[in-house]
Every structure is written in structure tokens, then in C-alpha cells.
């Protein structure tokens, strides 16, 4: 089959590997009909190459249509349409039971102390080979799949994989009280779904990027914006909005390579020009990010308010203000979103005609898989307007 496989940093390739194989009981195959490149796997590209093996297949954001199922598979089944949560969870274990599926306790990583595997996504969390891909063994597929109607475009049902229940996530773990207000920092997938969504639910929107394709998207969508590149002081913007205070939250949508971090920025591009191994453990013992949007979030929430935090950081030693958090009362939350506890709620809302959380307008290039490299050098580079890619093998 083809796949969407890292070879380097900056350097991703289509190559003929194996087809996937059913290993265990509770295997499932599936053929994948659309995968989305997310910001994460910009990660992948640019920061955490010594994570990486070359020949790893990409991608985290599936779903298709069920090839194959082993014998312990009984709630899907060959012909089935399907999407493909991006963590691997067996929801039977104790952190399954209590909905926390990203820490399930079947798929963790222990030997690298991660939480649960996910697909795609370096041996920091099970290097299992994703969905980018033609085909894809899907772990624990008596529990994972999502079954979805026939019928709509995929792009209804694709962002239930990672982009919509992160986003709901982010919003849920932002504690907003009713009729209040939130600032979303950075609006690719993620952050437009989370101010959409936190429209959805009743809430005041401010969103802060320097994208302008990404502040009209979001305008298209009833949010109030900032744009970053406009405006002399974002936190100081967001209090004349405001009365003063801040926001009640703030969604940190944009994690570990915020722009305006250049000290931080400089360490990761010189680790990342270390070989492999030895760039592994300093990333690990001693890493850090860009931290730039987390401290404009600690700067904009109201004194009492909370942070969540739902783009990825990887760091070690990140210096935090303690001292301004601790002043202002900040709660913080953050983590991996919990994919399966959010499907109930989201599902009747993208199976909607109405559309209500405006999930065709999402998408901004659709592309065969074979373009994979030019999607993730344009994505990269913010170029063409890209905001969402959706891969497409067999197209």
C-alpha cells in the first residue's frame, strides 16, 4: 500500500510499505477514505524528529471503511464506515472507566512513562504506524471505532477523530461560566472548532491569531477577533474588550512553536540538528518550549480565571511565572482530549444538515495522498490560505 512516511526533518514521503495485518483478537483493518493532517503532526516535521524512525507512517486523524475484524470485534464489521479516534483505548481498564481514554491503562506507554498510544505519533507514545495511509490496523477495535451514517461527506464525520472532541475538550476544561467569556489563542483546526463550539454553548468568543485567512474564518463565524499582528499589546486589547478584567478563560490552542519565543526557538532548531540519539534525551531531560501563547494566556485570563491548555508542549524545564499565577488565582488544565467521552454530544451535532458547528467550512484543501509532501510544506509554511488538509487515498 501507500503511505505518508517521516524520513527526516522537513521530509516526508509517499512510499509502498506491507499492508497492515490483523495481529490480535481485537484487531480491526481498515481502508481509509480520508486523513487529516494536523497541526501536530507539524511537530513531527520540524521539532520532534529524534522521536522518529525513518520509514514511521504519519497521521492521526482517520476514518474509512471496515476491511477485516478479528474474532473479539463485534460492534463493527466489514463494510462498516467508520472514524478512528487518535488515541488507542480498551474502555474496560480503570482510566477508561472513568472516561480519561488518553490515559488508558491497556495501551500506555510505561517505558517511555507516556500516557495511552496513539496513532502516528514517535515511540514517545507506542509508535504504532497511522492513518495517513492506504490501509490501517486499528489496536483495540472492540472498543474505538465510531460507526457513522452512510451517505454525507466525510468531512461531516472526520474531525470526530481528533479536531472536534480536542476542541470540545479545550472548552470543557476552560471551566467558562455560563454567559461568559473566553479568549481562544491560535485559530487553525483546533481553535476555530474551540470558539465555535464555545459560541455553540452560549459563550462570548475573543480569538487572537495573525493568520488572515484564519481571523476571517473565524469572523465567518460570529468571532470576535484580534489580530496579533495589529495590535500593540493582545492581553492589554483583550482587557479594553472586557471592562478591564480579561477574559473568564482562555483555550491555548497553540502550543510548543509560538511565535514570539526566539530564545526558545533557538534551542529547539539546535537540538534538532543533533543526531537522533543524542538529541532524544536532551529534548526529554532538559527540553523547552516556545511559551510565548501560554504566557499572553496567563497575562489575558481574569485574576480567579482558568487556563486550559490543549495545543501540545513537550518540554522539561519550561520556566513558568509562578509568581503571576499564583497572584492571580489561575486554574490550569490541559492534556490529551478524551476522545470517545465527547462523541455522544458531538455526534448528533455534525449529522446535523444544519450544520451548527459549521464543520464543511473547515476544510481548505482536499488533496490525493500522493501530494502529502506539498500539503505538509504548505501547511508549514501557512501557505495558500492552508487552515485544514484533508488527505484522500485513491483519489
Avoid at 500522493?370 to 508549514?380: D, T
Wanted: overall charge negative.
Amino acid at each position: 500500500m501507500k503511505a505518508v512516511t517521516w524520513h527526516g526533518k522537513r521530509d516526508v514521503r509517499v512510499d509502498t510499505v506491507p499492508d497492515p495485518q490483523l495481529k490480535e483478537p481485537d484487531d480491526a483493518i481498515i481502508r481509509v477514505t480520508s486523513s487529516g493532517i494536523c497541526g501536530s503532526d507539524l511537530h513531527l516535521y520540524e521539532v520532534l524528529g529524534p522521536f522518529l524512525s525513518e520509514g514511521d507512517i504519519l497521521g492521526h486523524e482517520p476514518m474509512g471503511i471496515v476491511e477485516e475484524t478479528g474474532p473479539d470485534v463485534a460492534h463493527v464489521k466489514p463494510g462498516d464506515r467508520v472514524v478512528i479516534p487518535f488515541n488507542i483505548s480498551c474502555g474496560r481498564c480503570h482510566m477508561c472507566t472513568m472516561q480519561l481514554y488518553a490515559q488508558c491503562e491497556t495501551t500506555q506507554v510505561r517505558e517511555q512513562g507516556s500516557g495511552a498510544a496513539l496513532f502516528g505519533y514517535t515511540r514517545l507514545y507506542g509508535q504504532v504506524p497511522g492513518g495517513q495511509a492506504e490501509y490501517l490496523r486499528v489496536p483495540q477495535a472492540h472498543f474505538g471505532p465510531i460507526k457513522v451514517p452512510e451517505g454525507p461527506p466525510d468531512e461531516r464525520f472526520v474531525y470526530l477523530s481528533d479536531v472536534l472532541p480536542t476542541a470540545r475538550q479545550a472548552v470543557e476544561w476552560a471551566g467558562i461560566p455560563e454567559g461568559g467569556t473566553v479568549t481562544v489563542l491560535g485559530l487553525g483546526a483546533i481553535g476555530q472548532m474551540a470558539a465555535r463550539i464555545a459560541r455553540h454553548r452560549g459563550h462570548r468568543v475573543i480569538a487572537v491569531d495573525l493568520v488572515p485567512e484564519r481571523l476571517e474564518m473565524a469572523r465567518r463565524h460570529g468571532i470576535e477577533v484580534i489580530d496579533a499582528d495589529d495590535a500593540d499589546d493582545v492581553p492589554d486589547a483583550v482587557r479594553q474588550l472586557t471592562g478591564g478584567r480579561g477574559t473568564d478563560s482562555v483555550i491555548d490552542a497553540v502550543g510548543m512553536e509560538a511565535h514570539g519565543s526566539p530564545g526558545a526557538k533557538l534551542a529547539q532548531t539546535l537540538t534538532g540538528l543533533m543526531p537522533g540519539k543524542s538529541a532524544a534525551p536532551v529534548m526529554q531531560r532538559v527540553g523547552v518550549d516556545r511559551l510565548a501563547a501560554l504566557n499572553t494566556a496567563i497575562e489575558i485570563v481574569r485574576r480567579g480565571g482558568t487556563i486550559s491548555v490543549i495545543g501540545v508542549y513537550g518540554g522539561m524545564t519550561d520556566p513558568m511565572p509562578m509568581l503571576r499565577m499564583f497572584d492571580k488565582g489561575i486554574g490550569l488544565r490541559m492534556g490529551q482530549a478524551h476522545v470517545k467521552r465527547w462523541i455522544d454530544e458531538l455526534l448528533p451535532l455534525v449529522s446535523d444538515d444544519a450544520d451548527p458547528l459549521g464543520v464543511m467550512d473547515l476544510a481548505t484543501h482536499r488533496w490525493p495522498l500522493e501530494k502529502a509532501p506539498q500539503a505538509y510544506e504548505m501547511f508549514q509554511k501557512k501557505q495558500d490560505g492552508a487552515i485544514k488538509i484533508l488527505l484522500r487515498p485513491g483519489t
